[in-house]
């Protein structure tokens, strides 16, 4: 009895999908014949059901799925390899910033201070002190008054002042001074 059932429920099933299949075959329509129990009856579903179904244009669909995957990869790797390059460029936009600081010819916008380190300490016989930084600037002191002891490591900011000059500060001591870029 339960296998007299089963078939006509399978030829239910077939036939209600055998119209489907017969105007536009679906995903659904191989769903069902999957659910078939009867072997037979399920060959016969899927034969139905494939019968309308254009392999050509799935394959072609298929196609340009595959060119479109490429397609959104390239653009991927493109966009990363754009992300790449323009953080590059804003670091060296940065470091030309820093390394513009002070300079009469400046090219670009430069930052409004820098921090760094006291490298070497040269003393001219005229003029004031010229302190080498550790970010390669070479600095004046224009103040004739005593700086004190300056020594390799000590840390400092050179910061822009409103009227275009600029303040050198040492912050061991806390002692500024009007400076100029020689280099």
Do not use: H, Y
């Not at 059932?5 to 536009?24: I, K, N, P, R, Y």
């Amino acid at each position: 009895m339960k296998t007299i059932v089963t078939v006509g429920v399978s030829l239910l099933l077939a036939a209600t999908f055998t119209a489907q299949a017969e105007d536009a075959p679906s995903l659904e329509a191989f769903k069902a014949c999957a659910q078939i129990t009867d072997d037979g009856d399920r060959l016969r579903c899927f034969d139905r059901v494939a019968a309308g179904f254009d392999f050509d244009k799935a394959e072609a669909a298929l196609e340009e799925a595959s060119r479109l995957k490429a397609e959104a990869e390239q653009l991927r790797v493109e966009k990363q390899a754009l992300a790449k390059a323009q953080a590059e460029r804003e670091e060296e936009l940065a470091a030309m910033k820093v390394d513009e600081f002070g300079r009469k010819d400046a090219e670009v916008r430069t930052v409004d201070q820098v921090n760094t380190e006291l490298r070497r300490v040269i003393e001219p016989r005229v003029g004031g002190k010229v302190l080498v930084l550790a970010n390669g600037m070479v600095w004046q002191i224009l103040d004739g008054g005593k700086t004190g002891p300056l020594k390799p490591g000590m840390t400092l900011r050179i910061k822009k002042t409103s009227f275009g000059g600029f303040l050198l500060t040492f912050d061991l001591t806390r002692r500024t001074f009007r400076v100029k870029r020689v280099n």
